[in-house]
């Protein structure tokens, strides 16, 4: 993807504000941290880039990158709703994602990884700046490998790309003006309703629904079957000592025996 992937990507797109500002650099460390110095800018403004040197993921881990490979990209969006509405946003993330790939089988694990055979495919670091009862601006940074030919030992097992899955290799704005049209719809309806007419659809795409779970905090390990998700995006694991509810922020949640 070279500089006219921005122009590529303008003739493509068929959204209304999502990504109707573009800003694509060869390299950057992170176009999380482009959005967040570029945060005058206006809301749907996508910042695109061809390889991070400083790459982000969930729970402080990092994202690795091969030039031109992936799609790095950050979303920079101002809605009026409060700080703890955000965690949902990054379920509509993962979800446009998924829809994006449908034609390849892909799933959600919650909360918002996007997962192809049982392997990780796309990943979503959403950061915010707020006030006590007011966002500033949210920077839904997503990742999405499309023709990673491999990836390293400690990844082998756990990530995939639409490459590796299908033998074909893809053109990137392609994929990214679909998961800009499915974001932008599913924004929109979350702006207007919350969660309410998004959750069904969801779920029904979400891996972890009925499945025997492992919840990984920093100082604890929960364990459960995965029996709801409800109308704030919370987690519901059946435990031996009853329900308990658990939301995105500093959780991995697990298969019993690996991954998924
Ligand atoms: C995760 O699953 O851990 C989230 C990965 C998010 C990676 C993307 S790549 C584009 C954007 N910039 C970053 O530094 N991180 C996100």
């Known amino acids: 993807m070279n500089n006219s992937i921005s122009k590529i990507l303008e003739r493509k797109l068929k959204t209304n504000e999502i990504g109707q500002n573009i800003i694509f650099y060869d390299i950057t460390d992170s176009t999380n941290n482009e959005a967040k110095r570029h945060s005058n800018l206006k809301s749907g403004t996508l910042i695109i880039a061809d390889d991070q040197t400083d790459g982000k993921g969930r729970l402080g881990r990092v994202w690795k990158s091969n030039s031109g490979d992936e799609i790095l990209m950050s979303l920079l969006l101002k809605p009026s709703v409060s700080p703890d509405e955000v965690s949902k946003i990054t379920l509509i993330a993962g979800l446009s994602v998924c829809k994006a790939l449908r034609n390849f089988g892909a799933k959600i694990k919650w909360p918002n990884d996007v997962i192809i055979n ?54 990137r704005s392609d994929i990214l003006e679909k998961v800009l049209y499915e974001f ?77």
């Open 118 to 171: 049982s392997k990780k495919v796309a990943g979503v670091l959403t950061e915010m700046s707020a006030e006590l009862n007011k966002i500033n601006y949210i920077v839904c940074g997503i990742g999405i490998n499309i023709n990673t030919t491999e990836f390293e030992e400690e990844l082998f097992n756990k990530a995939t790309s639409l490459y590796l899955t299908s033998g074909k290799k893809y053109d």
């Open 184 to 260: 932008e719809s599913l924004y929109f309806e979350f702006l207007e309703n919350g969660l309410n007419n998004i959750l069904s659809e969801y779920k029904a795409n979400c891996i972890n629904l009925g499945a025997i779970a492992k919840a990984v905090f920093k100082d604890k390990t929960i364990i459960g079957k995965v029996v709801d998700i409800n109308t704030d995006g919370e987690l519901i694991l059946e435990t031996d000592n009853g329900k308990i509810t658990i939301s995105s922020g500093e959780v991995s949640v697990r298969g019993i025996l690996g991954y998924v």
